[in-house]
């Protein structure tokens, strides 16, 4: 019987041998790649970490103790040690998150998969505890490449202020392997330095030391430095100690001895404990281990013998994107690229190989990169900052008071805007439109195509007095949606057919061929539509108000939160320029959406042709006062296409 299948909590672990618990580690790999191949999902982040999950749930007591992940995409061992075991609908409606999920476990705390935000967390519960005198522990666990984001060094300064508050910080290091000699000379130190009696003796030396004339203070500094110097070459991250925190390590993240010695070493402490572990990501799975890029961070369906894909896709945004930037990148010298630590998933790997000295990873610090990029452009180059679009939610302050304020040409290109789907309620860019309309100056463009992609990006870069947005979908970018005319800076894509109109139907975005769908259903009711796509949704075309006032009803449809997203925008419009047109604007509701497929989120919320067209041919049958059969006639319709 596999010992896996055995283990229905962490303390099911306590009676492990270590021959047991190596076998565990192993099954546990071998079940992620033949899960994580079905369904897809963050894989080589959560090979890296068997032994260190195991090591931490059997030296705390979760969740009595806290155990904390950031940003949560290595969580998967610790689902499969908490109880879950079922990935079969991993990330999928129904399944388990891809994330921590406090609807899943009181295992789980933090749900936000943004990264650098675990150690504040952690200060704060570890404070709470404090307060109420509780002896649990808190440990989070923080990646290096989180530790590049300034909030992370905000909390590890407030941390290090408490030497008696307990707290321990696991750095998950896998970006580069571990050295078993010096690993096990530090590991040796670190016992001494986190020992009362070390303690004890560096203070009693010093007062000693200090109490001896003419040469006690001489020798003190030359001993100290004699330490520091020694510290710092067996354990080079003596910043930590530098901020009063102690520091354990670098352990060998796959040595389930070494990490349990350091672990309850760091637990008995009393204070604040760094342990520092080497790990590898990826580890045990060959495929993985030679993808240079990212081993396996995220993947898709993949077959597991030989992690190649089991299906390939058309070109997607990103990589329309990507290619367009390239092609920029040639014809300018003064466009640079900026992202922060996610060069290769937001499209701008082509353009960091072409041009290795105009293109800059921030890390994950995503308000130092819009800062940053207001003052490349004050220097005279067009920066283009790539980023995922729920991530510039971190850097509004930024975008508005240095980028806007200032009138810096800077692009931002916003990537996974709107409904992402499998990632669950953090990573859809749903407030993108909404927050950003604030800003004074700003322009922001929806494409609706891959061709809208690369002319809109051009027409963004073309600005150099203020901050421009292009913003686009994840996925596979549909077929050209092309325009049958031009009203001011709009495009018509569907033209009424008469000289009144009853709909005006504004189309933001990817989300054109499912207006075009609508026009066509309304149609069949004898509804005329003319289906407008803005291209630019701030400003408001000034355009819109006149052609709005020769409709009967205006409908906005927006892959966007309704809250203060576009069809706000156009409905300010219309009344500033004293247009009475009934408004509905379609669009997603003020809550965090469950993880599922973007179909299906898209469906749960309304965000379909036979719902919008259902609404609408009740608008306008209300108008005409026979409202009763509106609705049932376009089901019948659309059950009559289906």
Not at 69 to 77: A, E, M, R
Not at 318 to 335: A, H, P, Q
Not at 381 to 395: C, G, K, S
């Amino acid at each position: 019987m596999p010992l896996l299948t055995r283990i229905t909590g962490p303390r099911d672990l306590d009676r492990l041998s270590l021959e047991e618990l190596t076998q565990l580690a192993e099954e546990i790999r071998t079940f992620l790649v033949d899960a994580v191949s079905k369904t897809g999902g963050h894989l080589g982040p959560n090979l890296g970490v068997v032994e260190l999950t195991l090591a931490l749930h059997r030296v705390f007591d979760s969740p009595k103790d806290k155990v904390l992940w950031d940003t949560g995409h290595q969580s998967y061992v610790h689902k499969l040690l908490t109880g879950r075991q079922d990935f079969s609908r991993l990330k999928m409606k129904g399944g388990l998150s891809g994330y921590p999920s406090q609807a899943e476990s009181e295992h789980d705390v933090i749900e936000n998969s943004h990264a650098s935000t675990v150690l504040g967390w952690a200060d704060g519960i570890a404070k709470a505890n404090q307060v109420l005198r509780r002896d649990d522990h808190v440990v989070a666990v923080i990646g290096d490449g989180a530790l590049t984001g300034g909030m992370a060094w905000e909390a590890l300064n407030n941390i290090a202020a408490a030497k008696d508050r307990p707290l321990v910080i696991v750095v998950n290091d896998n970006e580069r392997s571990y050295a078993p000699t010096i690993g096990g000379l530090a590991n040796h130190l670190a016992t001494l330095r986190t020992t009362d009696g070390y303690e004890r003796f560096l203070a009693r030396t010093k007062e000693v030391l200090e109490r001896t004339p003419v040469v006690g203070r001489p020798l003190y500094d030359t001993l100290h430095g004699a330490k520091k110097g020694l510290k710092d070459f067996i354990a080079p991250q003596g910043m930590f100690e530098d901020l009063g925190l102690k520091y354990v390590g670098p352990i060998d993240g796959h040595d389930l001895e070494a990490l349990e010695s350091a672990l309850t070493r760091a637990k008995r402490f009393g204070g604040p404990v760094i342990v520092h572990c080497l790990t590898e990501k990826g580890r045990g799975y060959q495929p993985a281990l030679q993808d240079e890029a990212d081993r396996f961070h995220a993947v898709g369906k993949i077959h597991p013998d030989t992690g190649l894909p089991i299906a390939t896709s058309g070109a997607d945004w990103t990589s329309v994107f990507g290619d367009e930037m390239l092609k920029l990148g040639k014809e300018r010298e003064d466009v640079v690229a900026i992202t922060a630590a996610m060069l290769q998933p937001v499209g701008l790997e082509k353009f960091a190989k072409a041009f290795p000295d105009r293109v800059y990873d921030v890390g994950i610090a995503e308000q130092h990169g819009a800062v940053s990029a207001a003052g490349l452009a004050h220097g005279g180059v067009h920066p283009v900052f790539a980023v995922y679009a729920t991530f510039l939610n971190r850097a509004f302050d930024q975008v508005l008071m240095d980028v806007a304020l200032h009138k810096c040409g800077v692009t931002f290109v916003l990537d996974r805007a709107g409904v992402t789907g499998t990632d669950g309620a953090s990573h859809n860019g749903m407030w993108d439109m909404s927050i950003l309309q604030v800003v004074p100056g700003l322009r922001l463009a929806a494409p609706r195509d891959a061709d809208q992609v690369r002319a809109q990006l051009r027409e963004a870069v073309a600005v150099d007095d203020a901050p421009t947005v292009v913003r686009f979908s994840k996925g596979a970018v549909g077929p050209a949606v092309p325009a049958v005319g031009r009203v001011g800076g709009m495009d018509v894509l569907r033209a009424p057919g008469t000289d009144t109109p009853d709909v005006l139907l504004v189309s933001v975005g990817a989300l054109a061929p499912m207006c075009l769908e609508v026009a066509g259903l309304l149609d069949k009711q004898g509804i005329s539509t003319t289906v407008v796509d803005p291209r630019w949704v701030k400003p408001v075309d000034e355009a819109m108000a006149p052609l709005a006032e020769r409709h009967r009803v205006v409908v906005t449809v927006e892959d966007n939160s309704r809250v203060g997203g576009v069809g706000s925008a156009v409905a300010q419009a219309l009344r500033d320029a004293g247009v009475d047109v009934p408004l509905r604007d379609f669009g997603i509701p003020p809550r965090f959406l469950d993880h599922a497929s973007r179909a299906e989120v898209l469906a749960e919320i309304g965000l379909t042709a036979p719902d919008i067209a259902r609404q609408v041919t009740g608008l306008v049958a209300k108008l005409d006062g026979r409202y009763d059969r509106a609705g049932a006639e376009v089901d019948q319709v659309q059950a009559a296409r289906d």
